[in-house]
């Protein structure tokens, strides 16, 4: 695992350590009879439910780009390093207590991702900054985050093969070679490029290009 990975993942075991310490912990002593991961999914708020660490992602792009706006390096470079522990948060506290969602919580998991990508590369096309940096930016952050696309499609490729499965993905057609050997070594030349590593990539380029 990259050091960027074991960064996030040492916040994420703080934060949700806390979490079950003083208040999951205490909940379950409120209601002994009922199992955590039903408390979270029929009780309503003051529990704090995980669904909520998702929504909050979506208040955090919000102020990255407002705070991005008028270079506000360390609120920008907080709201973005939160927005990505808040996916972390959610995905612990959820296999932690066996939490399912009775919302469809995984499609707005997954599309703060995408929305947040969408948005940045146009935020980058209009941010107040010379001509030669949107470009060098827009080609850094294009190239690592195909990479990471890249590493994610040769990983479920051969994931299919080792399960003697068809291999259904959107990209399939981008996998070059049938050979194993090929396969693995691809996936370890790029085993770094990932979101844990993409978020660092952003905050530093952003701070040295800004």
């Given at each position: ?103 469809n919580i995984n499609f707005l998991k997954d599309n703060s991702f995408m929305l947040f990508i969408f948005l940045f590369f146009f935020k980058i096309i209009f941010l107040d900054i010379y001509f030669y940096k949107k470009v060098l930016l827009l080609l850094l952050f294009s190239k690592f985050y195909i990479t990471i696309c890249i590493n994610d499609l040769y990983k479920a490729r051969l994931k299919s093969i080792e399960l003697k ?46």
């Open positions: 695992m990259s050091f960027f990975h074991n960064f996030y993942t040492k916040i994420t075991d703080k934060i949700c350590s806390y979490l079950d310490t003083f208040y999951y912990s205490n909940l379950k002593k409120l209601h002994p009879n009922t199992q955590l991961n039903e408390l979270l999914v029929t009780k309503n708020f003051p529990i704090i439910k995980p669904d909520y660490f998702i929504f909050l992602q979506y208040y955090l792009i919000y102020q990255f780009f407002h705070n991005l706006t008028y270079h506000n390096m360390i609120f920008y470079t907080f709201f973005l390093q939160s927005f990505y522990i808040c996916n972390l948060v959610f995905d612990k506290i959820s296999l932690n207590y066996n939490y399912i969602s009775k919302y499965k068809e291999f259904h993905h959107p990209l399939k057609i981008l996998v070059i070679t049938p050979n194993i050997n090929t396969i693995k070594n691809i996936i370890n030349k790029t085993q770094y490029f990932n979101l844990s590593s993409y978020m660092f990539f952003i905050n530093v380029c952003l701070i040295l290009f800004v």
